[in-house]
């Protein structure tokens, strides 16, 4: 069944609030999450519901019906998928690559999304390291922590991000930080949670309680 853009825009919205499509999710958080009136959302709603996409309960939220899980993970794919092409083939940074993609994971065609995926030669993660759904919807997690959530004294791995929004990802590319850097963690500084940090085992770097909440690291 082919879905509008903006329909796309709402399934694919639910999927990253539910949790993996699990909980059920209200409309004021989706109305925030698209900048969009509840009343709106309400309609739209209905009309994937009618589809069959959503179980929707009125003054209880709404949850992703099987079907719709399989069209939230393969706009996801498609995301990753071109978010992907664009940093390691067209040689945009990181953080210029979202808002493109966002365009580029309606294009419809099955075959496109599956010679993309052959070209790129089958990869696991994306740029920020999300990972990218295969083509039957499947997830290959990796073991991961929030770097805020680790004592002292634990090293490891930069593995992802939790906010791809470019004026934080602007700045780890200043202070250095990227997929694959290693982090070392000295001190924590009880105030306001702030970590001090050794990255790459030269540079001690303070990372504010914010941006720790935001770094995945694979211990």
Not at 19 to 24: K, L
């Amino acid at each position: 069944m082919h879905h509008s853009y903006t329909e796309e825009n709402y399934i694919k919205a639910i999927y990253k609030l539910s949790a993996n499509g699990t909980q059920e999710v209200n409309t004021n958080a989706i109305a925030e999450a698209l900048e969009t009136k509840a009343a709106s959302v309400t309609d739209m709603l209905r009309k994937l519901s009618a589809k069959g996409v959503v179980h929707y309960v009125k003054y209880k939220g709404v949850t992703l019906t099987e079907a719709g899980e399989r069209v939230a993970l393969q706009i996801v794919r498609k995301h990753r998928l071109w978010e992907t092409f664009l940093v390691e083939k067209l040689k945009f940074n990181w953080d210029e690559v979202h808002e493109m993609a966002e365009e580029l994971e309606h294009i419809t065609s099955p075959l496109l999304t599956r010679r993309l995926d052959e070209f790129l030669g089958h990869p696991k993660f994306d740029p920020h390291g999300d990972p990218i759904p295969s083509e039957t919807g499947e997830i290959n997690q990796k073991k991961q922590e929030l770097l805020a959530e680790l004592s002292i004294g634990t090293e490891g791995k930069v593995v992802g991000v939790n906010d791809s929004q470019p004026l934080f990802l602007q700045y780890l590319d200043k202070m250095g930080i990227g997929l694959g850097s290693h982090i070392t963690i000295l001190d924590k500084i009880p105030y306001d949670n702030s970590l001090e940090i050794l990255l790459n085992g030269q540079k001690q770097l303070l990372l504010s309680s914010e941006a720790t909440r935001n770094i995945f690291l694979s211990a």
